[in-house]
């Protein structure tokens, strides 16, 4: 398995043809330096950018009009001198310069547009095709900068067909060879993954057969899916690691880098968190990040098992910026500090949540981020899991809104629950036509509710800091009749009628009329379903009742959870697993930095604010003979009670880890 640096830097440097000075101020003394000061130890440079630009003397392509100098080769030579690792950068799908030399390369939308930017757009690039003759290019160039240059790796960006598929005359002729029906959206999707799968098949050949200690990455493909077929699991054994991008303020949110890493977590590869050094997003030149934000997105990184990756994107003549580099030193300073507590160090998980993010799953990762979200929130250890993973590891499996299953996943489910496993499912998870697939729900499926919204009591002992009232449900659940035996958790309630045109009262919903028959919750021996979407209901309207119903319903079957502790829900607590001296010891990682809506368009973090005398018990087989926070190396006091190490920090002022050995 490739072992990646902790400090990266993704140099984006995509530069019109039309920037007549390109490279004029680079010095590859001063570069490196700045990256060494920098605390940088791997870098991602450019072989090749959007606008279809070479930035090398090639033979292949189309060097940058105005550059005059082998910008790559002196980067590459100037970086290894001072031990800084190399990417080269290759633009896949993207190639301005392409696309406007070849109209038959470029990809075509099923209603015969062309893909990506239109003819007078000014945002947003071309699309060429992975299944036209444009991919010899790409290889020849490929072949070409790995010959030419000693570079340790190669990023292969936009790595993607349109979606659902490509419909130029390349895909339509495959396609009909393939017997696949381009009218049929799974059809030219299915097409789509044919066509990318035999593109990194090549790329991967290729690469290895001139560097085989070389790491491949390949962007634009990591994706949530629950389906086999359409998921990462055939693509895996193509990437030497996985790279997840996700710079919060560029459109990908504060959820989409917690969410996606507690899946990739469990596929055994190194992983590397990428955010960006910017205000906004990529290319956003001016835009300075705030410190404490990028201090909790690295971190972020550290605590979920994760290597950090900060994008900037350099001026066309080639000087680093200063203010840049030393917001990203500050930060990687502190994680050069850390990384002896985070090198080959494993995230732990109680819970296991099966995807239910699909192709075929139009509310998308809608339930999954609300999984996410309350179980952070609540401080549980969990990962995301797809249907192949063991689910022995795990004690409790939740089954959130809409998890497909077929029989191979449910017998799976059926042996673990018959080895002592729990489960939660709510909403129509493993519901197959008018039945769901698991006996063991407790429930017979009679439809959809009548009602939306409708409401909901919650009852013993599923009731924990919930007070009795009827609760709003804004999505509308299903409705479902308990067999015998089966403990009512929490009791629906119908309105008067449903709002219409016809009949409304008031502003919003019509109040509760009654109490209906059909449950909210019950608990069937090890499993509790919950009738309605919660965790798309949390995400969607954030209610608590809603966050605190899931928590009740994981108590009551989670015994001695990895930890226990007293800390807001603004904090993010994390435990991961390290091998040292030939026994494992435990690192806990405590964050509190609190994203705010200060604007109308992104989440911003200004200030740290600090939490303090936060109590903790984490659950180790025996006795530990210290317990510190690091990177201070300063003893905590501690307990050993019951299976769990007791402690209290002190303070916690942003991030701070906690060594159990």
Not at 70 to 92: K, N, P, T
Not at 297 to 314: N, R, Y
Not at 355 to 363: E, V
Not at 642 to 651: A, D, I, L, M, R
């Amino acid at each position: 398995m490739i072992e990646l640096p902790f400090r990266q830097v993704h140099l984006d440097f995509h530069t019109s043809p039309l920037i007549p000075d390109v490279g004029v101020d680079f010095d590859p003394e001063e570069f490196a330096k700045t990256l060494k000061d920098a605390y940088v130890n791997s870098i991602t440079v450019f072989a090749k950018c959007h606008h279809g630009m070479s930035y090398y003397p090639t033979k292949v392509g189309m060097v940058h009009p105005s550059l005059k100098r082998d910008l790559l080769g002196e980067m590459v030579e100037a970086c290894h001198r001072e031990g800084i690792r190399v990417c080269a950068y290759i633009s896949v799908v993207w190639d301005e310069y392409s696309a406007s030399k070849h109209a038959d390369w470029l990809q075509v939308n099923k209603d015969g547009t062309l893909a990506g930017r239109p003819p007078f757009g000014n945002r947003g690039w071309r699309f060429l095709c992975m299944n036209s003759p444009y991919v010899d290019y790409v290889a020849e160039q490929t072949e070409e900068v790995l010959k030419s240059y000693d570079v340790d790796g190669v990023f292969f960006d936009i790595v993607m067909q349109t979606f659902p598929g490509c419909v130029c005359n390349h895909c339509m002729d495959s396609m009909k060879k393939l017997g696949l029906n381009p009218e049929d959206d799974n059809d030219l999707y299915r097409h789509s993954l044919i066509v990318s799968r035999n593109f990194m098949d090549r790329m991967d050949k290729l690469v290895k057969s001139l560097n085989s200690d070389a790491s491949i990455f390949y962007n634009s493909r990591l994706r949530l899916e629950s389906d086999d077929e359409f998921g990462m699991r055939p693509e895996a054994d193509y990437f030497t690691h996985f790279e997840i991008e996700s710079l919060p303020s560029g459109g990908w949110g504060y959820n989409h880098f917690p969410l996606f890493v507690r899946y990739y977590q469990t596929l055994d590869k190194d992983l590397l968190g990428m955010t960006g050094r910017f205000h906004k997003s990529w290319a956003d030149f001016g835009g300075f990040k705030n410190n404490p934000a990028l201090e909790y997105e690295c971190f972020t990184m550290l605590s979920l098992g994760a290597k950090c990756s900060v994008g900037d994107q350099l001026h066309p003549r080639g000087k680093l910026d200063k203010t840049v580099y030393n917001l990203i030193g500050s930060v990687y300073k502190k994680v050069a500090e850390r990384e002896e507590w985070c090198e080959d160090a494993k995230p732990l998980s109680d819970i296991g949540v099966l995807i239910s993010s699909s192709f075929f799953n139009d509310w998308r990762t809608d339930s999954d981020e609300g999984a996410m979200r309350i179980l952070s929130e609540f401080h549980y250890q969990f990962s995301f899991i797809d249907s192949r993973e063991d689910l022995s590891k795990y004690k409790l499996i939740i089954t959130p809104d809409r998890v497909n299953m077929d029989e191979v996943l449910a017998e799976k489910l059926r042996k673990y629950l018959n080895g002592g496993g729990k489960l939660i499912t709510s909403y129509k998870s493993g519901l197959a036509g008018d039945k769901f697939i698991l006996d063991d729900l407790g429930v017979e499926y009679l439809g959809d509710s009548d009602y939306c919204p409708d409401y909901f009591r919650v009852l013993s002992p599923a009731d924990k800091e919930i007070e009795p009232a009827e609760y709003v449900m804004y999505e509308r659940g299903t409705k479902v009749q308990p067999i015998d035996g089966t403990q009512i958790l929490a009791e629906t309630y119908q309105p008067y009628f449903n709002r219409t045109w016809e009949h409304f009262s008031s502003h919003a919903q019509t109040p509760p009329d009654k109490k209906t028959p059909y449950p909210a919750a019950v608990r069937n021996d090890n499993v509790i379903y919950i009738s309605y979407p919660i965790f798309r209901a949390y995400i969607l309207n954030g209610n608590l009742v809603y966050k605190k119903l899931v928590r009740n319903c994981i108590d009551l079957l989670l015994d001695n959870p990895l930890t226990i502790d007293n800390a807001p829900s603004t904090a993010r607590i994390t435990v991961t697993s390290q091998h040292y001296n030939g026994k494992d010891r435990h690192i806990v990682h405590i964050l509190h930095y609190i994203p705010e809506r200060r604007c109308k368009s992104i989440d911003v973090i200004e200030d740290v604010i600090p939490i303090c005398n936060i109590n903790l018990k984490v659950r180790v087989d025996g006795s530990p003979s210290r317990c510190y926070l690091v990177p201070e190396k300063k003893e905590v006091n501690f307990v050993y009670n019951n299976g769990y190490v007791e402690f209290t920090v002190p303070e916690v002022n942003g991030y701070q880890m906690v060594v159990i050995e």
